[in-house]
C-alpha cells in the first residue's frame, strides 16, 4: 500500500485502533505523507482528520522537527480558523507540541476568541507547554 492509499483509508476508517494503524504506517514515510496532509490543508480538504493526525503525529520528536521547517501560519491559520471546534482542538495540541515562540502568539489571539469550553482548556494546557514564567498573569490578562 503506497502513502496515498494509507491516508486515503486513514480518511475513511471510523474505527480508532485502525486510524492509529494508519498513522503508525504512515511515520515510515513520514515526509511523503506530512506534505500531503499539509497540501491538503491548504486545500481546505479532510480538516478534521488532517488536525487530528497532526495531533497524533506531532508528538514524535522527527515529526516535530519536519513540521518545524515546513508548516507555515497560513496553514495554521486555516485550521485555527475552522468553524469545526474539533479542528481547532487538534490544532492547538499540535501547536503546544511544537512549542514553536512563532505560534506564541497565535495561541493567545486564540485565546480572546475561542468560545468551545473543550477549546478553551486545551489551549491553556498548549500555553503550559511554552514554559513562561509569567503565565498565570497572561492568562488572567486574556480570560
Not at 7 to 28: A, I, Q, S, W
Not at 31 to 43: A, F, G, Q, R, T
Amino acid at each position: 500500500m503506497n502513502n496515498e492509499e494509507i491516508l486515503k483509508n486513514y480518511y475513511k476508517e471510523t474505527e480508532e485502533k485502525m486510524r492509529l494503524r494508519f498513522l503508525d504506517l504512515m511515520l515510515l514515510d513520514y515526509e511523503e505523507v506530512l506534505d500531503m496532509i499539509l497540501k491538503n490543508i491548504k486545500e481546505n480538504k479532510e480538516l478534521k482528520n488532517n488536525a487530528y493526525a497532526l495531533n497524533i503525529l506531532s508528538k514524535k520528536k522527527k515529526i516535530q522537527d519536519y513540521l518545524e521547517e515546513k508548516l507555515t501560519l497560513t496553514t495554521v491559520l486555516i485550521l485555527i480558523n475552522s468553524e469545526d471546534p474539533k479542528v481547532r482542538k487538534n490544532t492547538y495540541i499540535m501547536l503546544g507540541n511544537l512549542n514553536n515562540s512563532n505560534f506564541y502568539n497565535l495561541l493567545l489571539d486564540s485565546l480572546t476568541r475561542e468560545e468551545t469550553n473543550y477549546c478553551i482548556s486545551t489551549l491553556v494546557l498548549c500555553l503550559g507547554n511554552y514554559n513562561i514564567k509569567n503565565i498565570e498573569e497572561i492568562l488572567n490578562k486574556y480570560m
